[in-house]
């Protein structure tokens, strides 16, 4: 299993930049740049960390047709596939409904709009002159300036109906961070219904929450309030059953609305960290990291790391035992 790292957008090009470097020093697979409204623009921070570094891969994660024409989406992959070739991945997903509702947008029919921007990218891609005539999108014969080009085109998924989907006409998975290694290997099996159908096989990966510190307690609190972020979610009901972990979901909507941080703190027990991130010393996180690699995911993103010397601190081999 791959290791890699992500930015949800949030971090400062100074930052990124630091974290890009270690994490191409460290042999990790790509830096995957999230698509998040109101955050750091993903193709940017991509140059900026190809450019900067030697081999690591860049993935434009999660780019939404509902706010990035296709088109516009595959042809920034394109041209970032002609600077650094072989290190671009380019990942389509619905995006965050609130996110999508904060511009008076929805994600209407999201299986048939996935699957004609995968169609479109794959055309485009390929180098020939594409009409198309959806039900989504359209385009009057019209071809890519830029030679073709054999970038993975991955989905980001969590719904039975879109996993299955990915694993039927993309090239890769990514599922959400939040979810257990539990919750990721059922939502695998709709990935194989999809390759079972299409004859194929994908790429899967996966998200996690990560912080690593000499105090773990320290590390657990550091995904706290982002794993009380996603797990408040109707949608994460059947992920926290399939780990076991105990939440009340209605109180943890009221305290994290309220902005009562003690009790969100109290709902998002270590327990529920255990099962949903990877935190805690360098020892605990790899343990965590070994229960996402015996699912047969073929690459883990972590997710939410802050400072080149906490990647270093799980990548390092432990010191041998006298």
């Known amino acids: ?57 860049i993935a434009l994660m999660a780019m939404s047709p509902y706010t990035v024409h296709p088109v516009y989406a595959t042809m920034a992959a394109a041209a970032l596939d002609e600077w650094f070739p072989g290190r671009v991945v380019l990942c389509f997903g619905t995006g965050s409904p609130r996110d ?9 029919r999201p299986l048939q709009t996935m699957r004609e921007t995968i169609e479109i990218a794959r055309r485009l891609l390929d180098g020939g002159n594409v009409t198309y005539a959806g039900q989504c999108f359209t385009i009057a014969g019209r071809t890519l300036s830029a030679r073709p080009h054999d970038i993975p085109i991955m989905v980001a998924a969590s719904g039975p109906r879109m996993l299955e989907l990915a694993g039927a006409q993309a090239d890769g998975v990514l599922i959400s961070a939040g979810t257990s290694p539990q919750f990721i290997a059922r939502a695998l099996d709709h990935v194989r219904a999809g390759e079972a159908r299409s004859g194929r096989t994908v790429y899967k990966s996966a998200l996690v ?29 059947e992920n926290l059953a399939c780990a076991g972990s105990t939440l009340d979901q209605n ?8 902005c009562d941080w003690a009790r969100v703190d109290d709902l998002i027990d270590d327990r529920i960290i255990a099962n949903h991130a990877a935190a805690g010393t360098a020892r605990e996180v790899r343990t965590a990291i070994d229960a996402y690699r015996d699912i047969g995911l073929d690459e883990l993103v972590l997710s939410s790391l802050r400072f080149p010397d906490e990647l270093r601190q799980i990548i390092a081999p432990p010191a041998p035992t006298a």
């Open 251 to 258: 109180a943890l909507r009221e305290a994290y609305a309220a």
């Open 1 to 57: 299993m791959k290791l890699s790292l992500s930015s949800d957008g949030a971090t400062p090009p100074a930052d990124l930049t630091q974290l890009a470097l270690a994490a191409d020093e460290c042999g990790l697979a790509r830096y995957w740049m999230a698509s998040h409204l109101f955050q750091r623009e993903p193709i940017v921070n991509s140059t900026m960390a190809l450019q900067q570094t030697r081999r690591l891969g």
């Open 100 to 108: 999508l509702e904060s511009i008076s947008m929805q994600a209407a």
């Open 209 to 237: 929450y990560t912080a690593v510190a000499p105090d773990g307690d320290e590390a657990r609190q550091q995904v706290r309030r982002a794993l009380a972020f996603v797990l408040r979610g109707e949608h994460h009901r």
